[in-house]
């Protein structure tokens, strides 16, 4: 098990990566790190949150944040634009690539689904099912 998850994790990371590469539907995605990729996850989440609203979210502080999302400003896939109300605050929104990055990786969940679905039996499926939701369950708890 110690070896077998990582392995696991690296072979999704890996597929998705790939899949970005082959479809060119995000060019340069597929040298973005996890992340990176969980900002522009919690900026699709969010909508146009401000930087403190995605700290929070990510349970990070504020200053990565910045710096994280700094770079996806240079990278193009995501723009930070001073809020009316509050001149303090920073919103940040999803670009065209940002968008097009998103929809490609939830096609590619959609995939998973389906090849976890022809690589199992039905009852194996099942089983699968009530692994993950476990997992989730205990890694929302702490």
Sequence with gaps: MDKLLPEFINTLDASFKKLLKETN???????????????????????????????????????????????????????????????????????????TLVKAKLQTLENYVGVIHAALTEVEAKQFETIVTKLIEHFRQT
Excluded at 67 to 81: A, E, H
């Design 25 to 99: 539907s995000a060019p340069g995605a597929s040298k973005l790190t996890v992340s990176q990729l969980q900002y522009i996850d919690a900026v699709h989440t969010l909508g146009e949150p401000s930087i403190t609203e995605l700290a929070d979210a990510l349970t990070i502080t504020k200053a990565s944040v910045t710096v994280g999302i700094n770079k996806l400003v240079r990278q193009g896939y995501v723009v930070k634009s001073q809020s009316y109300e509050d001149r303090r605050v920073f919103r940040v929104s999803l670009t065209e690539a940002g968008g």
